[in-house]
């Protein structure tokens, strides 16, 4: 096995995280996670989304909270858009990056956009045009890329579609999600290490789930891959409509805890992450997913023998 | 990455897992879900503990429980032992498979047997020579291989002490236990690389627990150093003494259904495990860490599609 010496964790909680929580939080909570991630190291943020107010209610304040975030000129403030009203309000915002996003699954795409993945796609050329001509940097999302609830497998046919359809408009990051997690760590190393070595110029960002506990077993398969750059939510926030009660997206600070521990280097001081994973538990109400609020870090360990143990 | 075709999973819950439950089943209850796991296609199961009743009490009747266990002549029935003690117990009742536990850490050792853990190992001799002498399979296990929460860290060469003195009492199966979820995919990999290369003719067995999410993620790890058999846990029972609330054993069922998505042939069928996570659940009176019990399994799939949906 191979292992990157240095991976990328974004972290996505604003955005992922947040849009399934019953408490909505205030825009100032928002913004004051969102600078606590700054603080402890996080280069890249998906602080929320310019969509229509009533498709995500929870994260109808994305310009309050952009307005509140502290500067930090190294740090990229991504924001999920789907059509070109999105592209004005962050134009409107002084907002600098946004993911377009479109799903691998047909069946999947029809239901939000009403009309193909590889058309959806092509529509976004506009959006494209309107954001680089603002000096706004785009990235692309491609969701159910390892499995679609309604389709059930997702080929590597039909992601590559999509991926050549992004290239077409110019785009040159483009994210693989996981976003019901279904995917395995077969699969996983197998398309990403086609992607990876088919397309060498393009950004590769990975975003899986842990619905069925295989997140960080993904993870370690993508590194496998070559793959340096993950998306992951404090607390593990983020549910599944289709698995009710089923944990959501990957853990930021489990995945930053994981990568410490095998040397790989996050630069994200991760007390600081475990600190803001209880402040997000507190926020939202409800304990998370996150195995560092349970069960510490490993490097914690110094405890004091008992004096009698069993076996 | 390479991926084996066939692994073997061993349901060891009837002892890890349920050793640590505040409710203590009846031997009637135990026998019936070990029952259910061999129906399910478990060829091995760890029954229970011959160890003083007083140090494991929820164990106390692993007899008892023997006694109820359907005729399976090619399911291995195994019970873990400490002493010459357990090896006479096991002879009394029938039982024909045993495992002798030591732990690498010094200081974990020190406090469990009072001696160092070459010296346990070095004792084990009079318990293999009876133990054989009468039919009895004998197995070891090394605990803390990957971590103690005492001492850190545990090298590869304080595992190979013990793996030497096991060799020469003639033993030729050995599984090391991550015992309190220490280990990450990086060191998991050294290891187990390390040991089934230097050691061919081991029977290696990985005993992972998910204390920090990263049992299957260890599991991958093991895989590609060409390791086959696993232990895990029904539900993911067994907790942690010194990370209180935090999850336990790998789970099988999760286990299971990755390696099912993967196409590595387990011959165990799911459904019947996830059926036995969710008797387990009732049993103790708790919701489990299983990950299956609650997001279901990825083939389940094949939802309806919902009129509107956001992102």
Chains 1, 2 share one sequence.
């Not at 799903?103 to 680089?132: D, G, I, Q, W």
Request: glycine fraction near 8%; hydrophobic fraction near 35%; include cysteine.
């Amino acid at each position: 096995m191979n292992f990157p010496s240095r991976v990328y964790i974004n972290e996505v909680g604003p955005r992922d995280g947040l849009q399934n929580e019953k408490t909505i939080l205030s825009s100032k909570d928002k913004a004051h996670l969102i600078n606590q991630c700054i603080d402890a190291g996080y280069k890249t943020i998906e602080i929320g989304s310019l969509v229509h107010p009533k498709a995500i209610p929870a994260l109808a304040d994305t310009e309050d909270v952009f307005k509140q975030i502290k500067q930090a000129p190294d740090v990229e403030l991504r924001v999920l858009i789907t059509n070109l009203r999105g592209v004005q309000r962050a134009i409107d915002a002084g907002i600098k990056k946004v993911k377009l996003t479109v799903s691998a699954s047909a069946s999947h795409n029809m239901s939000n956009f009403n009309r193909r993945p590889e058309e959806t796609v092509k529509n976004f050329a506009e959006c494209y045009e309107l954001a680089t001509q603002n000096g706004i940097d785009v990235s692309g999302a491609i969701s159910t890329a390892f499995g679609c609830p309604f389709e059930g497998d997702i080929s590597i046919e039909a992601v590559e579609t999509l991926v050549i359809e992004f290239q077409k408009l110019g785009i040159k990051e483009l994210s693989l999600s996981d976003t019901t997690g279904m995917g395995n760590p077969k699969e996983v190393f197998e398309k990403c290490s086609y992607f990876k070595n088919k397309y060498p110029d393009i950004k590769w960002i990975l975003h899986f789930h842990n619905t069925r506990d295989m997140g960080l077993s993904n993870s370690i398969a993508a590194m496998n891959a070559g793959i340096e750059n993950f998306d992951a939510s404090f607390s593990g926030l983020g549910g599944c409509p289709y698995a009710p009660g089923a944990s959501g997206n990957l853990c930021s600070e489990d995945l930053v805890h994981m990568c410490e521990e095998m040397g790989i280097d996050t630069d994200i001081d991760l007390d600081k992450a475990i600190a803001i994973a209880r402040e997000v538990e507190a926020f939202v109400g409800h304990k998370s997913e996150s195995f560092m609020l349970r069960a510490g870090k490993v490097s914690d360990l110094s405890l004091e023998l008992p004096e009698k143990q069993d076996n």
